[in-house]
Nanobody, 127 residues
């Protein structure tokens, strides 16, 4: 079993920055894709960013490109999401997800491809 625990959420003003962290524990895998998703009230959960185990491949939603950066520290089993220039529309619960059945290239943006999910951390951006 795998456990994912997010941290780093909070209430900030527009233009501020936050760094989310996702700590993974339990069974480890050598090949994986880690993703960040978010869900705003009344909306579907959407892909934000993803990274492959090698760290060399990342992908982002168009709405966050140039503002958010995903990275990973394999030694710590932690994935980060650095969020800069935050906007009110970034307000959502942010979820970390892991895909350990990687048979594709790149990063998947599909929720159904991820087998494990964290409980989420709230990010609120005030205007």
């Amino acid at each position: 079993q795998v456990q994912l625990v997010e941290s780093g959420g909070g209430l900030v003003q527009a233009g501020d920055s936050l760094r989310l962290a996702c700590d993974a524990s339990g069974r480890t895998f050598s090949r994986y894709v880690m993703g960040w998703f978010r869900q705003a009230p009344g909306k579907e959960r959407e892909f934000v960013a993803g990274i492959r185990w090698s760290g060399g491949t990342t992908d982002y939603a168009d709405s966050v490109k140039g503002r958010f950066t995903i990275s990973r520290d394999n030694a710590k089993n932690t994935v980060y999401l650095q969020m800069n220039s935050l906007k009110p529309e970034d307000t959502a619960v942010y979820y970390c997800a892991a895909d350990f059945d990687v048979f594709y290239s790149g990063v998947s943006k599909l929720r159904g491809m991820y087998q494990y999910w964290g409980q989420g951390t709230q990010v609120t951006v005030s205007s």
